[in-house]
């Protein structure tokens, strides 16, 4: 079965974004890039919340047509292009570059998604996320600790989740950011239990 996983950069004290959704507090290079570009590019699909996807649709479609672009940020433009694209938006009257709108999160419609032939999907957008994890439909998260405090922003867990999550992997980027890479393991062990 695909897993679901989530993939966030997070600032050391906890926030994915800045109070004004600001994300330049990230430290991407083009080590860090290329290990986003290798990894992603083996995934069946992108599951996005509105926001995320416009943040996305408002660079990389062209990014590679910038001569001042690195070599990761030009493979990840034809990378994010060619990803089928599941966006998740009440509102949004139209999405472009291979993407198929989706009013709302349908368990039992995820559940079939997974299901079927492919590899893993990623999440992009802490709200989109925090719905999953209401859910119960997420099997892994993939945090990305930046060497960055910013004070204030969003957090990608609210103050009342408690997940107890088990760590699998992880790695130390050169320019300080860590790879943390977290399994649900006792929800998905309840759920065994539980269909057993």
Same mark, same amino acid.
């Given at each position: 079965?695909?897993?679901?996983?989530? %993939?966030?950069?997070?600032?050391?004290?906890?926030?994915?974004?800045? &109070?004004?959704?600001?994300? $330049?507090?990230? /430290?991407? $290079?083009?080590?860090? #890039?290329?290990?986003? +570009?290798?990894?992603?590019?083996? @995934?069946?699909?992108?599951?996005?919340?509105?926001?995320?996807?416009?943040?996305?649709?408002?660079? %990389? !479609?062209?990014?590679?047509?910038? =001569?001042?672009?690195?070599?990761?940020?030009?493979?990840?433009?034809?990378?994010?292009?060619?990803? !089928? /694209?599941?966006?998740?938006?009440?509102?949004?009257?139209?999405?472009?570059? +291979?993407?198929?709108?989706?009013?709302?999160?349908? =368990?039992?419609?995820?559940?079939?998604? /997974?299901?079927? !032939?492919?590899?893993? @999907?990623?999440?992009? *957008?802490?709200?989109?996320?925090?719905?999953?994890?209401?859910?119960?439909?997420?099997?892994?998260?993939?945090?990305?600790? #930046? =060497?960055?405090?910013?004070?204030?922003? /969003? !957090?990608?867990? &609210?103050? $009342?989740?408690?997940?107890?999550?088990?760590?699998?992997?992880?790695?130390?980027?050169?320019? *300080?950011?860590?790879?943390?890479?977290?399994?649900?393991? =006792?929800?998905?062990?309840?759920? *065994?239990?539980?269909?057993?």
């Amino acid at each position: 079965m695909r897993k679901i996983i989530v %993939w966030m950069s997070v600032s050391l004290d906890g926030f994915f974004e800045g &109070p004004n959704h600001e994300l $330049d507090w990230q /430290k991407v $290079d083009d080590e860090l #890039h290329q290990h986003f +570009n290798d990894e992603l590019s083996r @995934m069946s699909a992108f599951l996005d919340g509105r926001r995320t996807y416009e943040l996305m649709a408002g660079f %990389w !479609p062209t990014a590679d047509q910038d =001569p001042g672009s690195s070599a990761p940020t030009r493979e990840f433009a034809g990378i994010w292009r060619d990803m !089928p /694209k599941l966006v998740y938006s009440r509102t949004l009257e139209r999405a472009d570059w +291979n993407s198929t709108i989706v009013r709302e999160v349908v =368990p039992e419609q995820v559940l079939a998604l /997974k299901a079927a !032939p492919g590899s893993d @999907m990623v999440i992009g *957008g802490a709200d989109l996320a925090a719905t999953f994890r209401r859910l119960d439909l997420i099997d892994e998260y993939r945090i990305y600790l #930046h =060497p960055v405090v910013i004070g204030r922003g /969003k !957090p990608l867990f &609210p103050s $009342d989740t408690r997940l107890d999550l088990r760590l699998v992997e992880s790695r130390a980027f050169g320019n *300080g950011v860590v790879m943390l890479r977290y399994v649900d393991e =006792p929800a998905r062990a309840e759920a *065994g239990r539980a269909d057993g």
